[in-house]
């Protein structure tokens, strides 16, 4: 009945938004028994099979674009360059989660109360089977990942072995690493597996690792900040609630926004450079393991998952410079002339791909005016979006003024006391996993190939440059 709810839901959302009901695919609406994850998947791989069959058969040679010479130099952007199941980023919507917008997760996705946010494991069965998981479907994959969370030792040792000065990013991918030990995608392929059956392996290592991470996420920052003490999981709760308590936060309030926070930062499409780190990485036959520790290394640069800590920093010289939050309109602008003529950013401002605010900043927000209205920090923050973008658009030297996920993330996170900036983007990789391993099993699953672009020389650039003049 859960199921047939969230469906009637989902057609009232379709009728006030037309565009909607063409964006969620068929595969959402079928009903389904299985409470198991994987016996969904293994009716699902031979579709999606036959769907890639049909394509490379039958359209093959139909072009997606045209490719630029500033698009080389660019970064890739604007390049249609490789498939990605779970997620789309439209330049004025935002983030679609298998056709679905954020607040159409917020209205359709079982939470851990009526018209609670979504829960980490729901995004988490959308993302794998294009499917609305019902509430049983997804207590049952809660359970199972709480089932496959034990941690072994020497995991906890390879982390011990570093200075615990190491930054949080560098325990952390050591302790994925040291968790590949127990590939099961390794096992297998030493053994002779068919290559049809890859996806299998990766489902039990991909689950395995999304399992383990928090544990070992919450490990790191004890051992950094706290007493070194395990919090052990608490079999009663949820991804996203065990997170946080492991951490050492048990406030109702804390856990929900943990919820939001790992829901709205699991995916976004495959060309970020974790995303497409991990998907790379994991063409050449790598196990989950390694392809996460590198997308991990990835996100730990400032251009990508550091942002949210920069944000915050960036917040706190504001109000260090001031001596209080409570500033006007004209010392903020101020500030920010003089954050840009310095040469620097203003963090948390534009998107290589996004034209308009993005969803997961709004999302966050709202929360906050619900939960946290009179804050002092979140209220510079809504001065800092009011008065940011028309100071960017007036230079013309951005595409995107309007504020990103990371505009906010920090702000939020500093109020429910996880103070550790340095940490943040700890939390950002626990939450990625779970758009990252989907797509690993379904890159395995589908038989997607070598990843091998072609590389052109700055002479050939020129050359070419030339004869086009």
């Given at each position: 009945m859960a199921f047939f709810r969230s469906v009637s839901k989902l057609r009232s959302l379709a009728g006030q938004q037309p565009s909607l009901a063409n964006s969620v695919r068929w595969l959402q609406m079928q009903s389904s028994t299985n409470t198991d994850l994987y016996s969904e998947m293994k009716e699902l791989v031979p579709e999606y099979q036959e769907r890639v069959k049909k394509l490379k058969k039958d359209h093959a040679t139909v072009e997606l674009g045209k490719t630029t010479l500033d698009m080389v130099l660019g970064g890739m952007r604007g390049m249609t360059a490789l498939v990605w199941l779970g997620s789309a980023v439209d330049p004025d919507e935002g983030i679609r989660f298998r056709g679905m917008t954020i607040p159409d997760c917020q209205k359709t996705l079982p939470g851990a109360f009526p018209g609670g946010e979504p829960l980490p494991e729901a995004i988490l069965w959308l993302l794998l089977t294009g499917k609305i998981p019902n509430k049983e479907q997804v207590d049952s994959l809660a359970q199972e990942l709480r089932r496959r969370a034990k941690i072994p030792e020497y995991a906890y040792k390879a982390i011990d072995a570093l200075p615990v000065s190491a930054h949080p990013m560098t325990q952390f991918s050591t302790g994925v690493m040291a968790l590949q030990v127990e590939s099961e995608f390794q096992k297998a392929y030493e053994g002779g597996i068919h290559k049809s059956r890859y996806w299998e392996p990766t489902y039990e290592d991909s689950l395995n690792l999304i399992a383990r991470l928090p544990g070992i996420a919450a490990y790191i920052y004890r051992r950094i900040y706290k007493d070194g003490k395990i919090i052990p999981l608490d079999d009663s709760l949820d991804y996203g609630a065990n997170y946080a308590h492991m951490l050492g936060f048990d406030d109702?309030?804390?856990?929900?926004?943990?919820?939001?926070?790992?829901?709205i930062h699991s995916d976004h499409e495959g060309g970020n450079v974790s995303s497409h780190t991990a998907h790379l990485v994991?063409?050449?036959?790598?196990?989950?393991?390694?392809?996460?520790?590198?997308?991990?290394?990835?996100?730990?640069?400032?251009?990508?998952?550091?942002?949210?800590?920069?944000?915050?920093?960036?917040?706190r010289n504001v109000v260090k410079e001031f001596g209080t939050p409570n500033i006007s309109t004209e010392q903020l602008s101020d500030y920010i002339h003089k954050t840009l003529n310095s040469g620097q950013v203003v963090p948390g401002y534009g998107h290589g791909v996004l034209r308009k605010t993005d969803p997961r900043y709004t999302c966050q927000r709202e929360f906050a005016l619900k939960?946290?209205?009179?804050?002092p920090l979140f209220q510079l923050v809504s001065k800092i979006k009011e008065v940011v973008p028309p100071i960017l658009t007036k230079l013309g030297k951005v595409k995107n003024p309007w504020p990103n996920v990371d505009a906010h993330s920090g702000v939020?996170?500093?109020?429910?006391?996880?103070?550790?900036?340095?940490?943040?983007?700890?939390?950002?990789?626990?939450?990625?996993s779970i758009g990252?391993?989907?797509?690993?099993?379904?890159?395995?699953?589908?038989?997607?190939?070598?990843?091998?672009?072609?590389?052109v020389t700055l002479e050939k650039l020129e050359k070419l440059a030339g004869a086009s003049s």
């Amino acid at each position: 009945m859960a199921f047939f709810r969230s469906v009637s839901k989902l057609r009232s959302l379709a009728g006030q938004q037309p565009s909607l009901a063409n964006s969620v695919r068929w595969l959402q609406m079928q009903s389904s028994t299985n409470t198991d994850l994987y016996s969904e998947m293994k009716e699902l791989v031979p579709e999606y099979q036959e769907r890639v069959k049909k394509l490379k058969k039958d359209h093959a040679t139909v072009e997606l674009g045209k490719t630029t010479l500033d698009m080389v130099l660019g970064g890739m952007r604007g390049m249609t360059a490789l498939v990605w199941l779970g997620s789309a980023v439209d330049p004025d919507e935002g983030i679609r989660f298998r056709g679905m917008t954020i607040p159409d997760c917020q209205k359709t996705l079982p939470g851990a109360f009526p018209g609670g946010e979504p829960l980490p494991e729901a995004i988490l069965w959308l993302l794998l089977t294009g499917k609305i998981p019902n509430k049983e479907q997804v207590d049952s994959l809660a359970q199972e990942l709480r089932r496959r969370a034990k941690i072994p030792e020497y995991a906890y040792k390879a982390i011990d072995a570093l200075p615990v000065s190491a930054h949080p990013m560098t325990q952390f991918s050591t302790g994925v690493m040291a968790l590949q030990v127990e590939s099961e995608f390794q096992k297998a392929y030493e053994g002779g597996i068919h290559k049809s059956r890859y996806w299998e392996p990766t489902y039990e290592d991909s689950l395995n690792l999304i399992a383990r991470l928090p544990g070992i996420a919450a490990y790191i920052y004890r051992r950094i900040y706290k007493d070194g003490k395990i919090i052990p999981l608490d079999d009663s709760l949820d991804y996203g609630a065990n997170y946080a308590h492991m951490l050492g936060f048990d406030d109702p309030e804390t856990l929900e926004f943990m919820r939001l926070y790992i829901s709205i930062h699991s995916d976004h499409e495959g060309g970020n450079v974790s995303s497409h780190t991990a998907h790379l990485v994991g063409s050449s036959l790598s196990d989950p393991y390694l392809a996460f520790a590198a997308a991990l290394n990835g996100l730990a640069g400032p251009l990508h998952g550091l942002a949210n800590q920069e944000v915050l920093r960036w917040i706190r010289n504001v109000v260090k410079e001031f001596g209080t939050p409570n500033i006007s309109t004209e010392q903020l602008s101020d500030y920010i002339h003089k954050t840009l003529n310095s040469g620097q950013v203003v963090p948390g401002y534009g998107h290589g791909v996004l034209r308009k605010t993005d969803p997961r900043y709004t999302c966050q927000r709202e929360f906050a005016l619900k939960h946290l209205p009179n804050d002092p920090l979140f209220q510079l923050v809504s001065k800092i979006k009011e008065v940011v973008p028309p100071i960017l658009t007036k230079l013309g030297k951005v595409k995107n003024p309007w504020p990103n996920v990371d505009a906010h993330s920090g702000v939020l996170l500093n109020y429910y006391g996880l103070t550790e900036e340095n940490y943040y983007t700890v939390l950002f990789g626990v939450a990625r996993s779970i758009g990252v391993g989907p797509q690993l099993i379904w890159d395995r699953a589908l038989g997607m190939p070598l990843e091998r672009p072609k590389s052109v020389t700055l002479e050939k650039l020129e050359k070419l440059a030339g004869a086009s003049s």
